[in-house]
């Protein structure tokens, strides 16, 4: 009887330790799995390195299936040899994960279809819904050097400057002014400029911004508008 006890206990420790270890299948909202699920474009912040990605509803692991170009993709983001999965996040994030479950990346919602990750030590990097964002009407960074003018839609113009190709780290280029520029432009002093998330991005050295975003026209206008509504321009 003893020893058919000690038996009976080593049995059911193992089998409570294997279904303790047994993989539960993820259960995700649907709704938030429809929203979600779509063919995408990644793209580093420049949008010189891109890769074609599809978030399926499809069950993989402990997430959801991802289909795209392994060969390639991995190759332009190294962080996707670490990724198996994708799932829904908060407030609408899709979350890349891998073969444990853990998060490799977050993408968290921006404007229009296009989500954003910041990865440390590492870059930005951003995942475009094709349902909503066209790529081909995507602004290239090689489209934006050379010399642009500052003016005011009042006054006309009060800077020339030129956003050049020098490249001067954490994603950023470096900024020439003319030697006839207002004095508001001069006190700012733009030193740096980026492309982000869709928008021409000028970087005091002080950390303060002046961000433009894309009118028509080839057309870029200040945003917020206020206090001061600049725009730039090709000369």
């Known amino acids: 009887m003893r020893l058919q006890?000690?038996?009976?206990?080593?049995?059911?420790?193992?089998?409570?330790?294997?279904?303790a270890q047994a993989p539960k299948a993820a259960k995700f909202d649907p709704a938030d799995v429809k929203l979600l699920a779509a063919s995408y474009e990644l793209t580093n912040a420049d949008s010189s390195l891109t890769c074609a990605?599809?978030?399926?509803?499809?069950?993989?692991?402990?997430?959801?299936?991802?289909?795209?170009?392994?060969?390639q993709c991995n190759a332009n983001f190294g962080f996707l040899n670490q990724v198996t999965a994708w799932i829904?996040?908060?407030?609408?994030?899709?979350?890349?994960?891998?073969?444990?479950?853990?998060?490799?990346?977050?993408?968290?919602e921006g404007v229009g279809g296009v989500y954003e990750a910041l990865r440390e030590n590492d870059g930005v990097y951003f995942l475009a819904n094709l349902q909503f964002v066209d790529p081909a009407q995507r602004v290239q960074i090689a489209d934006l050097f050379g010399e642009w003018v500052v003016s005011l839609p009042d006054k006309g113009a009060v800077c020339r400057l030129t956003l050049t190709e020098d490249v001067a780290g954490n994603?950023?280029?470096?900024?020439?002014?003319?030697?006839?520029?207002?004095?508001g432009i001069v006190q700012f002093g733009p030193a740096f400029w980026q492309l982000e998330r869709g928008d021409i991005v000028l970087r005091a050295k002080g950390g303060d911004v002046l961000r433009f975003e894309r009118q028509e026209g080839n057309v870029w206008a200040k945003v917020p508008e206020k206090p001061r509504p600049l725009r730039l321009s090709r000369p």
Do not use: M
């Open 171 to 183: 994603e950023t280029f470096n900024v020439r002014l003319s030697p006839d520029c207002d004095a």
């Open 53 to 71: 990605v599809t978030l399926d509803p499809k069950p993989a692991g402990s997430g959801l299936a991802l289909a795209l170009d392994r060969a």
């Open 88 to 108: 829904p996040g908060v407030a609408g994030a899709i979350l890349l994960i891998g073969s444990d479950g853990r998060t490799v990346t977050e993408f968290t």
């Open 5 to 19: 006890s000690i038996a009976s206990i080593l049995i059911l420790a193992f089998t409570g330790a294997a279904s």
